[in-house]
């Protein structure tokens, strides 16, 4: 494909972002959240532009949207390609969003030539990797993996709607929540491109990069627990002051995070009962916590939990943290990354850079099922989760030459191994 060809793709891809972007848009960013009126809207306006790529389109009982190309003979195995619709709130435009558009653009690339392909090819919209409205993530790639958790149904988001009321809304029958899961059989694997959100292609002027592997998240709810009281009249010997308790407990997560490599983030910090005048009796708190490995994370979190009691017990203070979330580390397929490899090298960069991904990704559910390997798109600063996310138009050429590369490296070693 000509420069002048991929440009213009890649400004059609970025267009859609923008429209995308409209359909959620607040001040200055975007919200769009699992089974919400923009999520079903995004979903039309995705399943739209797979139709006009040539693709059979539906819509999965967990609110995925699907486009599928068939390949050189009817119901083959598929080759899956996408990221995620939904956003965190306030966010930027092309996190997950330009997974899925990128990978609606190569369906349309490769659509005259799907005949030739010794595999189905299918773009994903999955509806749920944030877990901004519920307080979990991956619900709509591991419903797809066969992970559902009945227990998900009644998860409420802060107005108090559940799940299962959401999904009902949503025009979804929580029965049939079995029906999204797809069988390993059925898969040749999953590639899905995604902007970094992280510094290391800027800092090594690379416009991609290939992954490595994915870490693993746990999430938690913590509570410091003190005594409210009135705060002219409490003398500071006698005050158990909660929130100075958790400022303690936070210092603590990000020194111990920086000291053994990991990473380790309190997203959210509220007091109670909030007076002004009131010493606060109470903490709640979120964190985060990663590292490349799983073992090196868990020891992190038992680090942190030792030093936050530790801390809390010499203030007269109660602790309490309760997991959330807990997503194991996934390593990228050695064979599926090495046409991702392949793909890059087609666009001029013979040695990618190797990356492992601090940031979670549907991919992480669907190894489960079937191979998966990623492409990261470089983007400005490393900003991401907020409006100021950025790429550039050459970037997502780049980016969408090398994707559709990779699957026609994936095509070339499938035939070679399944000859008739």
């Keep these: 494909m000509s420069t002048s060809d991929a440009r213009r793709d890649a400004q ?7 429209e995308l972007a ?12 699992h089974l919400s009126p923009e999520h079903a809207r995004a979903n039309e306006v995705a399943a739209r532009w797979m139709a006009g790529a040539g693709m059979r389109t539906w819509r999965d009982q967990a609110g995925n949207q699907w486009g599928r190309l068939e390949g050189n003979a009817p119901g083959l195995p598929a080759l899956v390609l996408g990221s995620h619709l939904d956003t965190v709130t306030d966010a930027g435009r092309y996190d997950g969003v330009l997974g899925v558009l990128t990978a609606i653009e190569v369906a349309g690339r490769l659509a005259p030539r799907a005949a030739e392909l010794p595999f189905a090819l299918e773009v994903v919209a999955f509806s749920d990797e944030e877990g901004t409205r519920f307080s979990t993530a991956l619900m709509g790639s591991s419903a797809v993996a066969g992970a559902w958790r009945e ?19 949503f025009g979804l029958d929580p029965a049939r929540i079995a029906e999204a899961a797809r069988r390993p059989e059925d898969l040749v694997g999953y590639l899905e491109l995604h902007i970094e959100q992280g510094p290391h292609l800027e800092a090594a002027d690379r416009p991609l990069g290939v992954v490595t592997s994915i870490a693993g998240a746990r999430r938690f709810t913590g509570r410091v627990v003190g005594e409210a009281r009135h705060a002219g009249g409490t003398p500071y010997p ?4 909660a929130l100075v308790g958790a400022s303690e407990v936070v210092l603590a997560v990000e020194r111990l995070a920086v000291e053994r490599g990991g990473i380790a983030t309190v997203g959210r910090l509220q007091a109670h009962p909030g007076g002004v005048n009131v010493v606060p009796g109470l903490v709640e708190f979120s964190l985060d916590v990663r590292a490349e490995h799983d073992g090196e994370r868990d020891a992190l979190v038992e680090a942190i939990a030792a030093d936050a009691r530790r801390l ?3 203030r007269g203070l109660g602790f309490e943290l309760d997991e959330t979330h807990c997503a194991a580390g996934v390593y990228c397929d050695a064979d599926l990354s090495a046409s991702v490899v392949a793909g890059i090298a087609a666009t001029g960069d013979a040695d990618p850079l190797r990356i492992w991904s601090r ?6 559910a669907v190894a489960a ?27 997502v050429a780049t980016g969408l030459d090398a994707l559709e590369a990779a699957v026609l490296d994936v ?3 499938r035939a070679a191994t399944h000859r008739p």
């Design 12 to 18: 059609r891809v970025l267009d859609r972002c923008d």
């Design 151 to 169: 227990e998900w149904w009644d998860r409420a988001d802060d107005a108090g709607t559940t799940v299962r009321e959401a999904a009902a809304a």
């Design 411 to 413: 095509a070339t070693r």
């Design 369 to 395: 099922i079937t191979p998966v390997a990623m492409v990261f798109v470089r983007c400005a600063d490393g900003i991401s989760h907020a409006p100021a996310e950025s790429v550039t138009p050459s970037d």
């Design 238 to 241: 006698k005050r158990r002051d």
């Design 312 to 314: 809390c017990t010499a």
């Design 359 to 364: 940031a979670g990704h549907d991919a992480m």
């Design 22 to 33: 409209t359909v959620s848009a607040l001040e200055g960013g975007v919200e769009r959240v």
